[in-house]
Nanobody, 115 residues
Framework: QVHVVESGGGLVQAGGSLRLSCAAS????????MGWYRQAPGKQRELVAV???????NYADSVKGRFTISRGNTKNTVSLEMNSLKPEDTAIYYC?????????WGQGSQVTVSS
């Protein structure tokens, strides 16, 4: 079993920056990916960024060039640096820990960007 806990988020004005952090604990595997997803009111959950066990990162087109995902050396932590935030980035952001067999999710962190 894996427990995923997020921190960070909050309220920021458009153009500002925020950082999200996530830590996974329990039965951690080196063969795992971690990532961030978000869900805005009335919309489906969508991928924001994901990073593999070999530190290959992929981003949604909407955040490329503004967001940066990074993973800790122990492979059980991941951060999302968000710059040049826009009101449309407002959502609940969820951390995901994924193995070849299971998906684990954090409780979600609210990010609100005011115009």
């Amino acid at each position: 079993q894996v427990h995923v806990v997020e921190s960070g988020g909050g309220l920021v004005q458009a153009g500002g920056s925020l950082r999200l952090s996530c830590a996974a604990s329990g039965s951690i595997l080196r063969m795992s990916a971690m990532g961030w997803y978000r869900q805005a009111p009335g919309k489906q959950r969508e991928l924001v960024a994901v990073i593999s066990s070999s530190d290959v990162a992929n981003y949604a087109d909407s955040v490329k060039g503004r967001f940066t995902i990074s993973r800790g050396n122990t492979k059980n932590t991941v951060s999302l640096e968000m710059n040049s935030l826009k009101p449309e980035d407002t959502a609940i952001y969820y951390c995901n820990y994924r193995t070849p067999w299971d998906d684990y999710w954090g409780q979600g962190s609210q990010v609100t960007v005011s115009s």
